[in-house]
């Protein structure tokens, strides 16, 4: 096939590079066919492969060019990583929301309860309520630590530590966010 296509477009090859490369990566001719050079390599990195040896790293070359596995890859503002789990996006969006919610922790006893809940509606919920329908099927790791998360936020704005969780959520008149998750994907 290659040897075709350079008949086909000699004289010009920046037309069969691309031609070339297209057809390589779009067309189903085939896994052998369309990825030969197909590899593995050992280094020190600690991660594991398919064969479950840590050390070995898959690649593909096209062209000159190697494309190397990768742990995770953070595609449109999203994480995903290797076993395309978003955990790792969701325990980023607990990191932003924490970081929030300990400037509101700074600020709190300068402010009134209305004004705490209005930053902590504004700020911290906001975190989570952004595209949660991409997200919202995580682990229970992430889950958890979602919850943890919002029982801080409510227990600082209500200043209240001695309620359980689902008297705060009563008293806030809100639910917890897999909960809401799961009613915007109903409706």
Not at 59 to 69: L, N
Not at 90 to 109: D, F, G, P, T, Y
Request: contains cysteine; proline residues 1%.
């Amino acid at each position: 096939m290659k040897r075709a296509l350079r008949k086909k477009y000699k004289g010009n090859q920046e037309v069969f590079d691309f031609v070339f490369i297209y057809l390589n990566t779009k067309l189903l001719i085939g896994r052998k066919q369309k990825y030969p050079d197909v590899g593995h390599s050992y280094n020190t990195i600690n991660s594991r492969c398919r064969s479950g040896n840590k050390n070995e790293h898959s690649w593909v070359k096209i062209g000159d060019d190697k494309i190397w596995e990768s742990k995770s890859v953070k595609l449109l503002g999203i994480n995903i990583d290797n076993q395309l789990k978003l955990d790792s996006h969701v325990l980023e969006i607990c990191l932003k929301a924490n970081r929030k919610l300990s400037a509101l922790a700074r600020m709190s006893r300068f402010l009134s309860v209305d004004k705490k809940r209005t930053l902590f509606k504004a700020f911290f919920e906001s975190q989570f309520k952004y595209c949660p329908l991409i997200w919202m099927f995580h682990g229970r790791v992430a889950n958890n630590k979602i919850n943890r998360l919002h029982e801080r936020a409510l227990r600082l704005v209500y200043n209240d530590y001695n309620s359980s969780f689902d008297d705060l959520l009563d008293k806030d008149k809100s639910v917890m966010v897999h909960h809401a998750n799961i009613k915007l994907l109903a409706t």
